[in-house]
């Protein structure tokens, strides 16, 4: 007897693409409309779902579904890339050699240094993505020059850059030179801007923790999986 796939069983194409970690939902939209994924050898169209057992083929090359969820937690050093692209002498995923493919969830500088996620679960990626300016990042900074109240003050308020006022921030002075400080933004350079626009410069930059998850006891270089706990408390907030 064929199989009922009039019901509503299955997963979207996007999603399936998503949680295969080969692109974003958005992009599989895109290549969807495109003509480049074949589901059982018929070209897939919008809201098409997949179902167990069938072949799933994007630009020539089978998409599957890894049987593990990865999410790793890693010390990203000064002067590594949060890319994928393996023709960058500096990228992450070389740097690290973990065996699997993994991606980066977000970004983080080159010239910074701290805590990066990394996972092949596309609709995880996605989830935060979306969360946008919602969920916090928390960073350690030093400046060139002591402190002021005004500069707290400023950074606390909101900044002018790149045509936009940030979002307010919580910040905390550490040192003569030195402080914390927890956006909810993800604008380029964010930090080194609005430090900029005070007539500061930022000397050393590392990010300790996004949402629920800390970089802990990691050095340079490691990583580590997140753990069931700290993975149930990141989709709550998500």
């Known amino acids: 007897m064929a199989e009922d796939k009039t019901n509503?069983?299955?997963?979207?194409?996007n999603k399936y693409l998503s949680e295969a970690g080969i692109c974003s939902r958005r992009e599989a939209d895109r290549l969807v409309e495109a003509g480049q994924v074949l589901i059982d050898g018929v070209t897939a169209k919008a809201g098409d779902r997949v179902?167990?057992?069938q072949k799933v083929v994007v630009?020539?090359?089978?998409?599957?579904?890894?049987?593990?969820?990865i999410l790793l937690a890693c010390y990203k050093p000064k002067?590594?890339?949060?890319?994928?692209?393996?023709?960058?002498?500096?990228?992450?995923?070389?740097?690290?050699?973990?065996?699997?493919r993994i991606y980066t969830v977000g970004r983080l500088d080159k010239n910074s240094s701290g805590l990066i996620l990394l996972t092949n679960n596309g609709d995880l990626a996605y989830r935060i993505a979306k969360a946008g300016d919602r969920h916090e990042k928390e960073y350690v900074v030093a400046v060139d020059k002591p402190i002021t109240d005004e500069f707290l003050v400023g950074m606390t308020k909101g900044v002018p850059i790149l045509g936009k006022v940030t979002a307010p921030a919580k910040i905390r002075r550490t040192g003569e030179k030195t402080f914390s400080i927890v956006l909810i933004q993800g604008m380029n350079r964010q930090i080194r801007r609005m430090c900029e626009y005070f007539g500061f410069r930022v000397t050393y930059l590392k990010r300790i923790r996004v949402m629920n998850i800390s970089l802990g006891t990691l050095e340079?270089?490691?990583?580590r999986e997140v753990s069931a706990?700290?993975?149930?408390?990141?989709?709550?907030?998500?």
């Open 59 to 69: 630009a020539g090359t089978e998409a599957k579904k890894e049987e593990e969820d």
């Open 229 to 238: 706990e700290e993975r149930k408390e990141l989709y709550r907030l998500l």
């Open 79 to 100: 002067g590594i890339e949060c890319t994928s692209d393996r023709s960058n002498p500096d990228n992450i995923i070389d740097f690290l050699h973990y065996g699997k």
């Open 51 to 53: 179902f167990p057992g």
């Open 220 to 223: 340079k270089g490691q990583y």
């Open 8 to 13: 509503d069983a299955g997963v979207r194409i």
